[in-house]
């Protein structure tokens, strides 16, 4: 473990996964001189504040895990979202990360002058040598406009703002929403609740995807050979990046496969035509977000669930009335409508290099250089950052891609090999125009709607296999960058 050389402070916004990871790496480097700035009370982030009815992750527990940290005792192979959130806690705990977060502390404002980066929270404003953004991606709820939405005299909250104190199975319960929550919540709760109501504006499709226990045997394994985490890590890591990887974004057998269990799973799994019908998207499986789920068509076809295609036309105390005039009833509305895609650090106010505020420089949609920084924003560097790999990988193994990225300029930093570094103009243009003329190859634009779309209709994702991410991330191309040194 390396600790000599200039001291470097080091401000991280965000204790959720990205945030400790890149906390980890510091603590690795021998960096002791860093703060994690926390809004909240908790670390977490997207598992902390997520705490709905069958929340559950779509990637292998194995391959949802830090390389660096295995959990011999997830209880499935996908893992439910209160022991992903154990797990962040107890990982954060084990490396005594908590010293250096400040929770309940939300910053509102970071400013680049005199070679340093000063942040502005509510207790004062602090000066670091670099900051990085740990601030998620799905973190902004999203709320739908609604005529008389503020009028309904029963219970209300999104998915991301679960209030348990309100009891479910004597409910009539309507679901706004269809994405990946929306489906996880209605597989969770049809045939569990007095009736269901599922507002469906779109249908999608559904991979079917088992979801079995984790045996004891197999956990005491785990245990008393630890090399066995290593395995399953390896193995599930190249299953998702060869596999689900590939499929969204290049033609070949791996989209055929996966196109082709999606429709096998509806036409197998509906018989009734008319549900079936409401049920058949018009576009192209994975055109939107991959959604996997094992009994969702079992879960919509249990007495008291409905699902609704006319549109909403307005709430009223009562319940929703669709377009087709028909009020439906309800005593409980949640708002599975998801998030805004496109915050990233906002409405974090970003000021760079001579005054230069990041709003102004996404004015006409947000973009980075390889997903970690931006022109003119000296020593800042982001983490889930616009265009990461997000709709086909792990985000975890993004993140310590990411996170070791970054430590290799903060390394360069304590040399006193440079003073500050940010990506040219035309370094960024020229990542963005490639990752633009790729796009088409992807199965995202295919004609759907989806929230992976930017202002411009292209998406904002990575339009490359995981593993070219990893490659573009191994080493620095120092010329990409305008480099001060001391």
Not at 261 to 289: F, H
Not at 341 to 347: E, F, K, Q
Not at 366 to 394: D, E, K, Q
Request: charged share 20%; with cysteine; net charge positive.
């Amino acid at each position: 473990m390396a600790t000599s050389g200039n001291p470097v402070r080091v401000a991280i916004i965000g204790a959720g996964m990205s945030g400790l990871c890149m906390g980890i790496k510091l603590q690795d480097a021998g960096i002791e001189d860093f703060t994690i700035f926390e809004k909240a009370g908790e670390v977490g982030g997207t598992w902390r504040d997520n705490t709905y009815p069958g929340l559950t992750c779509d990637i292998p527990s194995r391959y949802y895990s830090y390389s660096f940290r295995p959990n011999p005792d997830w209880s499935h192979m996908l893992p439910p979202g209160p022991e992903i959130q154990r797990y962040f806690c107890r990982v954060a705990d084990e490396r005594g990360l908590r010293s250096h977060i400040r929770f309940g502390t939300d910053v509102t404002a970071a400013d680049y002058r005199d070679g340093r980066w000063w942040l502005t929270t509510d207790t004062g404003v602090e000066a670091f040598d670099v900051l990085v953004t740990a601030t998620g991606v799905l973190r902004v709820p999203r709320y739908p406009v609604i005529a008389g939405l503020d009028t309904f005299a029963g219970p209300m909250f999104h998915s991301a703002r679960w209030d348990h104190s309100v009891s479910l199975p004597d409910k009539r319960i309507g679901i706004i929403g269809t994405g990946s929550t929306g489906v996880q919540i209605t597989s969770e709760l049809g045939g569990n609740v007095k009736q269901l109501k599922v507002f469906q504006r779109s249908a999608q499709w559904i991979c079917p995807w088992p979801n079995p226990t984790v045996s004891e045997r197999t956990k005491a394994a785990l245990r008393r050979w630890p090399w066995l985490n290593t395995v399953g890590y390896r193995f599930w890591g190249g299953f998702v990046r060869s596999l689900f990887g590939v499929a969204p974004v290049r033609p070949g057998w791996q989209r055929s496969l996966y196109q082709a269990q999606c429709r096998w799973n509806l036409r197998l799994s509906v018989r009734d035509k008319a549900l079936k019908a409401k049920l058949t998207p018009r576009d192209q499986p994975m055109c939107k977000r991959m959604i996997f789920a094992g009994h969702y068509y079992r879960a919509v076809q249990q007495p008291g669930v409905e699902i609704v295609t006319d549109a909403i036309d307005h709430v009223e105390p009562r319940g929703v009335v669709t377009a087709d005039g028909v009020l439906h009833e309800l005593d409980l509305l949640v708002l599975a409508t998801g998030f805004d895609a496109r915050a990233y650090v906002r409405p974090l106010a970003v000021t760079g290099d001579g005054g230069r505020r990041l709003d102004e420089v996404w004015a006409d949609g947000p973009l980075a250089y390889r997903s970690v920084a931006v022109p003119g924003f000296p020593n800042m560097f982001m983490l889930m950052g616009p265009h990461s790999p997000i709709g086909n990988n792990s985000l975890v193994p993004i993140a310590e891609d990411q996170a070791g990225y970054v430590m290799w300029w903060i390394d360069q930093l304590r040399a006193g090999r440079i003073r500050s570094a940010a990506p040219t103009e035309a370094a960024t243009k020229a990542y963005n125009e490639d990752m633009k003329a790729a796009m088409p190859q992807t199965v995202w634009t295919t004609g759907c709607r989806s929230w992976y779309l930017g202002g411009d209709g292209l998406p904002e994702l990575f339009p490359w296999a995981p593993d070219h991410y990893t490659e573009l991330l191994r080493a620095p191309r120092v010329t990409d960058f305008d480099v001060q040194t001391v």
